[in-house]
């Protein structure tokens, strides 16, 4: 082999080389774009569960927040519930009190009225009793002015008669 074979394999071997090194620097480029990447996914990676994380414990606030609100809740409607009963039993006692101040006004009202009226009855009656006993005594009045009357129709009757004879009387006289 010649010099020039030699320097041509040599140049050829060096081409070669130069070759691998331009596929090895385009390699390690490739490695040095994979790392990045592989460190911009972590970093994503990270970022990700950073939020994920975040996202979570504002779920668990969120379910906390949501629970307490519902406990919450369920403590007004009870609370409401245990109002709306006391508020009923205080109306039913007011409406139960107040139905029995008018019950007893209008019983006292009814008695006043059944006293005025048992009081007007009773006058009536003493009115009506003093009117019969008048009446009785009128009539008993009567009785003893028309026997008085007729006494005296009978004593007129016998003046009368008496008086007629006496005429007769003085009529013969005259007569003879």
Request: charged share 30%; proline share 0%; aromatic share 2%.
């Amino acid at each position: 082999m010649t010099q020039a074979h030699e320097a041509a394999d040599a140049i050829r071997r060096m081409a070669k080389f130069y070759q691998n090194m331009q596929f090895a620097a385009d390699t390690l480029e490739k490695i040095g774009s994979l790392e990045q990447a592989t460190q911009e996914a972590k970093a994503a990676t990270l970022d990700a569960q950073t939020e994920r994380d975040k996202a979570l414990s504002e779920l668990t606030e969120a379910k906390e927040a949501t629970a307490a609100a519902r406990e919450e809740a369920a403590d007004i409607v009870r609370q409401a519930k245990f109002e709306a009963e006391i508020s009923a039993t205080a109306i039913k006692q007011e409406a139960e009190q107040a139905a029995a101040t008018a019950k007893a006004a209008a019983e006292r009202e009814a008695s006043s009225i059944l006293n005025a009226a048992q009081a007007k009855v009773d006058r009536l009656a003493a009115q009506s009793r003093d009117v019969e006993a008048a009446t009785a005594a009128a009539q008993n009045e009567l009785g003893a002015i028309k026997a008085r009357a007729e006494l005296a129709r009978e004593a007129a009757d016998a003046e009368e008669k008496r008086l007629a004879d006496m005429r007769a009387a003085i009529s013969k006289l005259m007569e003879a």
